[in-house]
């Protein structure tokens, strides 16, 4: 299985390169099930502020990257990618207080 703190920050090397001008603020990664039951992983990117809507179909391919980068390291766990803005997680963690 593939360490956290190395998928960590492999998702932040994947995501300078697709986004270059988004300020990644911290990258948590989960080990879990998904609804069929079957081991994934969750990744939650925090970011100061969310890309242009224009590029936001560009995640597909931070999760593509992702998943060739796992598989070659003989993980077949799918990574599910949420990417937040600072006041999209502060509007979340209020909700849930």
């Not at 936001?56 to 998943?67: E, G, T």
């Amino acid at each position: 299985m593939t360490d956290l703190d190395e998928l960590k920050a492999q998702t932040e090397l994947i995501l300078a390169r697709i986004f270059p001008a988004v300020e990644i603020r911290t990258i948590e990664a989960d080990e879990t099930l998904d609804s069929g039951g079957d081991e994934s992983l969750r990744i939650t990117i925090v970011v100061r502020q969310r890309p242009p809507r224009a590029e936001a179909q560009k995640m597909s391919n931070v999760v593509d990257q992702l998943r060739s980068w796992l598989a070659a390291k003989g993980d077949d766990r799918f990574p599910y990618v949420k990417l937040l803005s600072e006041a999209e997680e502060r509007r979340l963690q209020h909700a849930g207080e």
